[in-house]
């Protein structure tokens, strides 16, 4: 499950990064990597390594959409 999203950046024209915190459960230690999305076409491209459920996730938490849906609309 989605814990913790440390940062999200869309600097680099065209792609979003987000630093993430996942966890199986409560008591595990979080599991942390750095998701990409890349601009194609006119849709974003998820790039990570996460399961179709985690990028479901990734996707709905508030800093993350907004990235994509701001980002989406300057281009």
Known sequence: MLK?????SDK??????????FRADED???E???ERW?????V???KGTQSPERQRQLES???????????AAER
């Open 32 to 34: 942390r990597s750095i």
């Open 38 to 42: 890349e601009k194609e076409g006119e």
């Open 61 to 71: 938490h508030p800093f993350i959409h907004a990235k994509l849906e701001g980002a």
């Open 44 to 46: 974003w491209a998820y």
């Open 4 to 8: 913790r999203v440390y940062w999200v």
């Open 28 to 30: 595990a230690p979080y």
């Open 12 to 21: 680099l024209p065209g792609v979003v990064t987000a630093g993430v915190g």
